[in-house]
């Protein structure tokens, strides 16, 4: 199994964010092709390394790396990829992370 994880730093309007979030981009996101899940870590984040300005992540499972980058280049992927920059249009106001995981 592959995943894709977005990290989100606090918005300034958290409202404006969840409204978007919840109502257009993980609507566009669950018509990525190969997506097996999607689930969202909403605020409270607690990190016990000290971390405080986390807000929210969201976690998109696929079978492979290889689907993943199949995903995110069909239209829909594309479409999905310039949504995010409405919910954070700074490369810094979100953390993104693709890896294969393994079962121990």
């Given at each position: 199994m592959?995943?894709?994880?977005?990290?989100y730093?606090?918005?300034?309007?958290?409202?404006?964010?969840?409204?978007h979030?919840?109502?257009?981009h993980?609507?566009?996101?669950?018509?990525?092709?190969?997506?097996?899940?999607?689930?969202?870590g909403?605020?409270?984040?607690i990190?016990?390394t000290?971390?405080?300005d986390?807000?929210?992540?969201?976690?998109?499972?696929?079978?492979?790396m290889?689907?993943?980058?199949?995903?995110f280049?069909?239209?829909?992927g594309q479409?999905?990829?310039?949504?995010?920059?409405i919910?954070?249009?700074?490369?810094?106001?979100?953390?993104?992370y693709l890896?294969?995981?393994?079962?121990?």
């Open positions: 592959a995943r894709m994880i977005a990290i730093k606090t918005p300034k309007d958290p409202a404006a964010f969840d409204k979030y919840f109502e257009v993980i609507p566009l996101a669950k018509k990525l092709p190969g997506l097996i899940k999607y689930d969202v909403r605020s409270p984040i990190s016990p000290g971390h405080s986390t807000y929210c992540i969201g976690t998109l499972h696929f079978e492979s290889d689907a993943i980058k199949i995903a280049a069909s239209p829909e479409d999905c990829a310039a949504d995010r920059r919910l954070a249009p700074n490369d810094g106001d979100v953390q993104i890896f294969d995981t393994v079962d121990v």
